[in-house]
């Protein structure tokens, strides 16, 4: 966690610089790859897994050119940089939920997931296991999370959609599919800075409703990477 380790200006929270600060007594313990977790705009309402910015650093870490500093310094010296990428939800202060909870014919209407109804048998609102938060936004009566209710959980189909349930759209259907592009963007961006992979938060389970993991893992061999970057090793969890 960058907020616990080198603090280079005083204010008591780890950042960017202070990690390139240390980077030389790293590499003298043998250290050969970095594995930063989430350094996005954030919340913090979840030690930064709810994201609102996939393309920004967090300003107490620094900026993004003390990220490409960092990794400029690392690779010099033989070590890799790889990011914490927090795939499956963002933070509800993120822009893309904002639009979305506003209409369903938007940009990002279809990043998210949201029901009509609440179907029996789901588990009492306020629960961490509980998928289905109530919303007061114009959208609609709920929308669906993957932890905390700041956490809304982005769209990437369903494997079985439920054809009572409206809301669970197919893996190939065009709002899942914006999000699968978002997420190749969000990685090129990463990538042309130089970082040498990822650690993809909930990559097992993008896809909902995968109870073999089997569109889950399809979607993975499916994406594609920018042309001329090199494929890197995705550290899935």
């Given amino acids: 966690y ?16 202070g990690i390139t ?11 050969s790859c970095i594995w930063l977790n989430p350094i996005f705009v954030s919340g913090w309402t979840d030690g930064g897994y709810d994201v609102i910015d996939f393309y920004k650093t967090d300003p107490r870490f620094g900026t993004n050119d003390d990220v490409v500093k960092l990794i400029e310094k690392a690779h010099s010296l033989g070590i890799k940089v790889i990011l914490d990428l927090v795939a499956g939800h963002s933070s509800i202060d993120c822009a ?10 938007l940009q990002y209407s279809d990043y998210y997931i949201w029901p009509t109804f609440m179907p029996e048998g789901r588990q009492t609102f306020g629960s961490i296991t509980s998928k289905f938060v109530k919303s007061d936004y114009p959208r609609g009566p709920y929308y669906i999370k993957n932890f905390f209710d700041t956490q809304p959980a982005l769209n990437f189909g369903f494997a079985n959609p439920d054809p009572e349930h409206p809301w669970e759209q197919a893996v190939d259907a065009p709002g899942p599919m914006a999000m699968r592009r978002e997420l190749k963007n969000i990685m090129a961006f990463w990538m042309d800075k130089g970082i040498d992979g990822f650690r993809v938060d909930m990559a097992a389970s993008l896809v909902k409703n995968d109870n073999d993991r089997s569109a ?22």
């Fill in 2 to 17: 960058p907020s616990s380790y080198q603090d280079s200006d005083g204010n008591g929270i780890g950042d960017i610089p």
């Fill in 21 to 31: 600060s240390r980077l030389e007594y790293i590499k003298s313990v043998g250290v």
């Fill in 96 to 105: 893309w939920f904002k639009q979305a909870a506003e209409a369903s014919n």
């Fill in 216 to 237: 889950t893992i399809k979607l993975w061999k499916e994406e594609t990477w920018p042309s001329g970057s090199a494929k890197t090793t995705l550290r899935i969890s």
